[in-house]
């Protein structure tokens, strides 16, 4: 780890910032995307993920790597960003549903056409697993880190991890062998 880096960025070098960027920018676009599904979400929590490390690098001493570090404060931002768009459909899906009711307007085809999603089934059939599974497996597999690692990432014990991974793999096989998507 290039704790010179770290110090100059600590100490406002634009310089270092840069390079700081550069470095890390496209591991977390990697990671929130393959969290969200959603290249212009992805393109956002990556830049919140680098404006929120370089705000609390004070707060990083160093007890894991510095990628870790990154990778707990992306996917804590992309839970976030999961939560507020599960809202945003919710309250849509109740607006919708009183529109309808009322009959004010008919629904827009593409309102329902225009979608940022991949069409991908293997990752249809990731992002139909559960948070808890879904995201130890990208981990594991996209960004091929290991357990432990992980297990820090996510605050959790190293076996969790592995029974998360145990319980993603089989419930994938399933949804692929089924054709559920």
Same mark, same amino acid.
């Given at each position: 780890?290039?704790?010179?880096?770290?110090?100059? %960025? *600590?100490?406002? $070098?634009?310089?270092?910032?840069?390079?700081?960027?550069?470095?890390? &920018?496209?591991?977390?676009?990697?990671?929130?995307?393959?969290?969200? $599904?959603?290249? @212009?979400?992805?393109?956002?929590?990556?830049?919140? !993920?680098?404006?929120?490390?370089?705000?609390?690098?004070?707060?990083?001493?160093?007890?894991?790597?510095?990628?870790?570090?990154?990778? @707990?404060?992306?996917? =804590?931002? %992309?839970?976030?960003?999961?939560?507020?768009?599960?809202?945003?459909?919710?309250?849509?899906?109740? #607006? +919708?549903?009183?529109? *309808?009711? *009322? =009959?004010?307007?008919?629904?827009?085809?593409?309102?329902?056409?225009? &979608? =940022?999603? @991949?069409?991908? !089934?293997?990752?249809?059939?990731?992002?139909?697993?559960?948070?808890?599974?879904?995201?130890?497996?990208?981990?594991?597999?996209?960004?091929?880190?290991?357990?432990?690692?992980?297990? !820090?990432?996510?605050?959790?014990?190293? +076996?969790?991890?592995?029974?998360?991974? =145990?319980?993603?793999?089989?419930?994938?096989? &399933?949804? #692929?062998?089924?054709?559920?998507?």
């Amino acid at each position: 780890m290039d704790y010179r880096l770290i110090e100059r %960025c *600590r100490a406002g $070098d634009s310089t270092a910032v840069e390079r700081f960027v550069q470095t890390y &920018q496209q591991d977390l676009y990697r990671l929130a995307l393959s969290i969200l $599904d959603d290249s @212009s979400e992805a393109e956002d929590a990556t830049q919140d !993920t680098l404006l929120a490390a370089l705000r609390a690098l004070d707060s990083f001493h160093g007890a894991s790597s510095l990628k870790t570090w990154l990778y @707990s404060i992306a996917i =804590n931002l %992309c839970r976030t960003r999961l939560q507020q768009r599960k809202r945003r459909e919710r309250l849509a899906e109740i #607006l +919708g549903g009183v529109l *309808r009711l *009322r =009959n004010t307007r008919p629904p827009l085809v593409e309102e329902d056409i225009i &979608q =940022n999603e @991949s069409d991908e !089934t293997f990752w249809r059939a990731i992002h139909s697993l559960k948070e808890k599974q879904r995201i130890p497996l990208v981990l594991r597999y996209y960004h091929d880190l290991p357990a432990a690692e992980i297990a !820090t990432i996510l605050q959790i014990p190293e +076996g969790t991890v592995h029974s998360r991974l =145990n319980t993603a793999r089989r419930q994938l096989h &399933q949804i #692929l062998k089924e054709g559920r998507l």
